[in-house]
């Protein structure tokens, strides 16, 4: 089973400022990785798959990076409505897909 | 727009089986895709459960396969979970979502439904 490892496990970003939210994975999972915002009381919402691509609807200032066994989830100018746990999540090799822990974006 | 809905108890006593349903709108089940269940227990992280193909075809995590049957029903447009022998550790947010075939990501996803383990 691959292990999926997110840091920080909570980031505190002031309005404007960039975030910057780490995945890495116990083995490579090439670009076969997507990110997933949830806010309290939400249902997950896709942000990004292939590591990098941009779901529907998702705003310019998400981006993804990376891969192999590190990427990165970056937020270049934060809203005050991008208050939400964030989770990585693999689908290189499965059964089992992973998850990782989540990291919580909380505006300063 | 595709969207799903869970339904099901809310309680469910020890040792018995968690039976969830979920009913797919503006998108027929036939046409393709992999339908799944991820689990998330209160105040956790997110917990693949298992997903199926419109042809029945399933896979399911190994923590939970000896436990877990997922079915679908093409002509209701639904797709169902069955976890036996459940304990207050399956107590959860249980959500329904499309998982994309060849690249398994998730999206839409159901609103989620809590089910708490508990006599």
């Known amino acids: 089973e691959i292990v999926m490892t997110q840091s920080p496990a909570t980031l505190s970003v002031s309005p404007g400022e960039r975030a910057t939210l780490s995945c890495r994975a116990s083995?490579?999972?090439?670009?076969?990785l997507a990110w997933y915002q949830q806010k309290p009381g939400q249902a997950p919402r896709l942000l990004i798959y292939?590591?990098?691509t941009r779901a529907t609807n998702i705003p310019a200032r998400f981006s993804g990076s990376g891969s192999g066994t590190e990427f990165t989830l970056t937020i270049s100018s934060l809203q005050s409505e991008d208050s939400a746990v964030y989770y990585c999540?693999?689908?290189?090799?499965?059964?089992?897909?992973?998850f990782g822990g989540g990291t919580k974006v909380e505006i300063k | 727009q595709v969207q799903l809905q869970e339904s099901g108890p809310g309680l469910v006593k020890p040792s018995e089986t968690l039976s969830l349903t979920c009913s797919v709108s503006?998108?027929?089940?036939?046409?393709?895709?992999?339908w799944g269940w991820i689990r998330q227990p209160p105040g956790k992280g997110l917990e693949w459960i298992g997903s199926?193909?419109?042809?029945?075809?399933?896979y399911y995590n190994p923590s939970l396969q000896s436990r877990v049957t997922i079915s679908v029903d093409t002509s209701k447009n639904q797709f169902s979970l069955n976890l036996s022998s459940v304990t207050a550790a399956d107590t959860a947010v249980y959500y329904c979502?499309?998982?994309?075939?060849?690249?398994?990501?998730?999206?839409?996803w159901g609103q989620g439904t809590l089910v708490t383990v508990s006599s």
């Open positions: 979502a499309r998982v994309f075939t060849v690249d398994p990501w998730f999206d839409p």
């Open positions: 503006g998108y027929s089940i036939s046409s393709g895709y992999y």
């Open positions: 199926i193909y419109e042809s029945g075809s399933t």
């Open positions: 083995q490579s999972v090439s670009s076969n």
């Open positions: 292939g590591a990098s």
């Open positions: 999540q693999q689908y290189n090799n499965w059964p089992p897909l992973t």
